[in-house]
C-alpha cells in the first residue's frame, strides 16, 4: 500500500461523494492504540475499526483514525484485498462525518450499501 494510492482513493470518494473542498487526516494505527484512544475520548474499552471526529461546513474537515490490525482481521474474514478493506474505513469514516449513523441495524445496512457503492465504482474496475 501507498500513501499516494490511498491519497488518491480518498479523493475519488470524497468526489463521489460531492465534496470538493476537505482537510483530512488519515490516522492509521494498530489496535492497542485505537483502544486506548476509544477509552480516553469515546469512554469505551475496546477496540474499533474506525474512529473519526470532524464537521461538514462549506468543506469537510476531520480526522480519521483506523486500525490496520482490525482492517487485516475484516480483510481475511470479508474475503477482501487488504486495500479494499482500508478504502472502506476511510468511506465509513467520512460519512461518520456527514453524518451519517450506524449504531442501528438499518443505519449500518444503509452506510454498507453506500460505501460498496462508492468503492465498487472505482476500485477493482
Given at each position: 500500500m501507498s500513501c499516494s494510492k490511498l491519497k488518491k482513493s480518498t479523493a475519488k470518494i470524497l468526489r463521489s461523494l460531492g465534496i470538493h473542498k476537505a482537510s483530512l487526516n488519515l490516522v492509521l494505527v494498530g489496535d492497542e492504540k485505537i483502544r486506548m484512544l476509544n477509552r480516553r475520548f469515546l469512554k469505551h474499552d475496546r477496540v474499533t475499526d474506525v474512529i473519526t471526529w470532524g464537521e461538514?461546513?462549506?468543506?469537510?474537515?476531520?480526522?480519521?483514525?483506523?486500525?490496520?490490525?482490525?482492517?487485516?482481521?475484516q480483510a481475511a474474514h470479508y474475503g477482501n484485498p487488504f486495500f479494499y478493506e482500508l478504502c472502506f474505513y476511510v468511506c465509513h469514516g467520512i460519512l461518520h462525518i456527514l453524518g451519517w449513523d450506524d449504531s442501528r441495524a438499518a443505519g449500518r445496512r444503509r452506510m454498507w450499501r453506500k460505501q460498496e457503492e462508492i468503492l465498487k465504482s472505482f476500485l477493482f474496475k
Open positions: 461538514y461546513r462549506g468543506g469537510l474537515q476531520g480526522d480519521i483514525v483506523i486500525s490496520l490490525d482490525t482492517t487485516q482481521r
